[in-house]
């Protein structure tokens, strides 16, 4: 069994961790588990943003909307056009907009190799993460 990971720069001293959280949604297996995962932070967070970069992302984003409702959280959707490759800067852009305090999304959605090679959401969250990530797998 896989497990989560959550990854942290340095923290300031004064953050609250989970109080803004932005979610990133693919519609992968990942992108689920995460999401349920993370649902004891996503419930007692004050906002919780479900953002979906490209339109493959976009296509269950509905359903993971409703799926977080049906366990008393309160969400905001955002689709944002573009390839699926620049999702990792979109969503620090978005997290940084909303002033997220904790990003979760699913890791590794492709094949380690395919991630290593091309790079990646993940890759890229790990070398570039500005906030706490909560990485689901």
Known sequence: RACDLLVCRALQPHLELGRTILVGWNGS??????????????G???LVMLSA?????????????????????VVQTQQTAGPEEAAGAVLLAQ????????????SYGRTRLREFLFGG????????ATVPV???S
Request: charged content about 25%; overall charge positive.
């Open 29 to 42: 297996r990942e992108a689920t588990r995460a999401m349920h995962e993370a649902l004891p932070f996503l």
């Open 44 to 46: 007692s967070a004050d």
């Open 53 to 73: 970069v490209g339109s493959r992302a976009t296509a269950g984003l509905d359903k993971a909307r409703l799926m977080l409702e049906r366990h008393g959280v």
């Open 95 to 106: 997290a940084a907009a909303h002033g997220a305090d904790l990003l979760v999304i699913g």
């Open 121 to 128: 959401v993940t890759r890229h969250l790990l070398r570039e």
């Open 134 to 136: 909560l990485f689901g």
